[in-house]
């Protein structure tokens, strides 16, 4: 089964950008794996964010956009807030067998 | 929206089977073209996919735990399910069920032990 990779804990400065990634054992992401973004808040269910790589729900705040970007799949966030403080995961499909990366612990400080 | 509401045992003994009852209100589990899953989260960890369903009756289960799990549809009640056999303390977690990756249950914690 597929390995995918983000990084485990990422800080940014309120107003500032980041860019969590998301890398697949198997080689390059490629807008084939369908890449998702999802934000978690304690004890609250995930909230999609992008979904096929780039793809924003109503709900998804301007700030945050998807991407692929040096074969990984990108999210990034621009002019953080406070309350974007939370975990971040992204998934990719495998054929239709999906895989959850491990979360990026994201701190706004 | 559609609201998706998870129910089932808070409590399982180890080596018997978990089961899961997803009842979808707001829309129905035979129309359009989403496909319905199940994920979980143990306490403190990450996300795990588990299973989808689609209302034709197609089903793709996580290689991991392909062999102890089945999904089911039940159009007549607007449901679907999930049934892990076999449980053990691994299998503690947070289930949650969803439409899609749109639209998610608040989630059902449950613990396995005796």
């Known amino acids: 089964q597929a390995v995918v990779t983000q990084e485990p804990s990422l800080t940014v400065s309120p107003g500032g950008t980041v860019t969590l990634t998301c890398g697949s054992s198997t080689g390059a992401v490629s807008s084939g794996h369908y890449p998702y973004w999802f934000q978690q808040k304690p004890g609250q269910a995930p909230r999609t964010l992008i979904y096929?790589?780039?793809k924003k729900h109503s709900w998804t705040p301007a700030r945050f956009s998807g991407s692929l970007l040096g074969g990984k799949a990108a999210l990034t966030l621009s002019g953080a807030q406070p309350e974007d403080e939370a975990e971040y995961y992204c998934?990719?499909?495998?054929?239709?067998?999906?895989?959850f990366g491990g979360g990026t612990k994201l701190t706004v400080l | 929206q559609v609201q998706l509401q998870e129910s089932g045992p808070g409590l399982v003994k180890p080596s018997e089977t978990l089961s899961l009852t997803c009842t979808v209100s707001?829309?129905?589990?035979?129309?359009?073209?989403?496909?319905w899953n199940w994920i979980r989260q143990p306490p403190g960890k990450g996300l795990e996919w588990i299973s989808y369903?689609?209302?034709?009756?197609?089903?793709n289960y996580n290689p991991s735990l392909k062999s102890r799990v089945t999904i089911s549809l039940d159009t007549s009640k607007n449901q679907f399910s999930l049934k892990l056999s076999s449980v053990t303390a691994a299998d503690t977690a947070v289930y949650y069920c969803?439409?899609?990756?749109?639209?998610w249950g608040q989630g059902t914690l449950v613990t396995v032990s005796s």
């Open positions: 969803a439409r899609g990756y749109e639209d």
């Open positions: 096929y790589t780039s």
């Open positions: 707001g829309g129905s589990v035979s129309s359009g073209n989403s496909f």
């Open positions: 369903i689609y209302k034709s009756g197609g089903t």
């Open positions: 998934l990719l499909s495998y054929s239709g067998a999906w895989v």
